[in-house]
T-cell receptor, first 116, second 112 residues
Framework: GAVVSQHPSWVICKSGTSVKIECRSL??????MFWYRQFPKQSLMLMAT?????????EQGVEKDKFLINHASLTLSTLTVTSAHPEDSSFYIC????????????FGEGSRLTVL | SQKIEQNSEALNIQEGKTATLTCNYT??????LQWYRQDPGRGPVFLLL?????KEKRKERLKVTFDTTLKQSLFHITASQPADSATYLC???????????FGTGTKLQVIP
């Protein structure tokens, strides 16, 4: 199956700083990527849909100024958590797919963010 | 609003038995239903997809059924092994990279 790589796998930062997470599709081009957030023992919550060359589409309740998404190329999308606070600590996962018809997704390894 | 429920938060079974996980949904007419496996601290891994016009799909020891009348999918793992222990997520989509909505997951523990 298609491979999606995410970096970093974990990051610890101080409150008020910004953190950037990268998501790359390694063996296919992805015009659309998805960013999810997952709290312990909970399911994945879609945060936003990242579209190559255009603005991301954010889900209701997700602050677009807080979670900046850039999809500058067909293989790279980035999520920047700006002015991070402890409540932003979570597991962030990106995904993409190469099957337009069925929408099956391939996920990155996830990034564990801890804000002190 | 759309709702996906996976009836068991956790399921323990003996090695060698068949594990059956349930996914029910409401206020949704999905074109595709997917099942993923997620290990702790890792991203989900795609397992199987079944279309709305398919009743059953198999892959090795895995079997998925899809009943659009009952709005339910069953996910079976036959001859279960300790290595099958993980959280299993069902997901619904209308296809074509429309929003994929995930269930809450069932944590399966296969006991040797």
């Amino acid at each position: 199956g298609a491979v999606v790589s995410q970096h970093p796998s974990w990051v610890i930062c101080k409150s008020g700083t910004s953190v950037k997470i990268e998501c790359r599709s390694l063996d296919f081009q992805a015009t659309t990527m998805f960013w999810y957030r997952q709290f312990p023992k909970q399911s994945l919550m879609l945060m936003a849909t990242s579209n190559e060359g255009s603005k991301a589409t954010y889900e209701q309740g997700v602050e677009k100024d807080k979670f900046l998404i850039n999809h500058a190329s067909l293989t790279l999308s980035t999520l920047t958590v700006t002015s991070a606070h402890p409540e932003d600590s979570s597991f962030y996962i990106c995904s993409a797919g190469d099957r337009v018809d069925t929408g099956e997704l391939f996920f990155g390894e996830g990034s564990r963010l801890t804000v002190l | 609003s759309q709702k996906i429920e996976q009836n068991s938060e956790a399921l323990n079974i003996q090695e060698g038995k068949t594990a059956t996980l349930t996914c029910n949904y409401t206020n949704y007419s999905p074109a595709y239903l997917q099942w993923y496996r997620q290990d702790p601290g890792r991203g989900p891994v795609f397992l199987l997809l079944i279309r709305e016009n398919e009743k059953e799909k198999r892959k090795e020891r895995l079997k998925v059924t899809f009943d659009t009348t009952l709005k339910q999918s069953l996910f079976h793992i036959t001859a279960s092994q300790p290595a099958d222990s993980a959280t299993y997520l069902c997901a619904l989509t209308s296809g074509g990279y429309q929003k994929v909505t995930f269930g809450t997951g069932t944590k399966l523990q296969v006991i040797p």
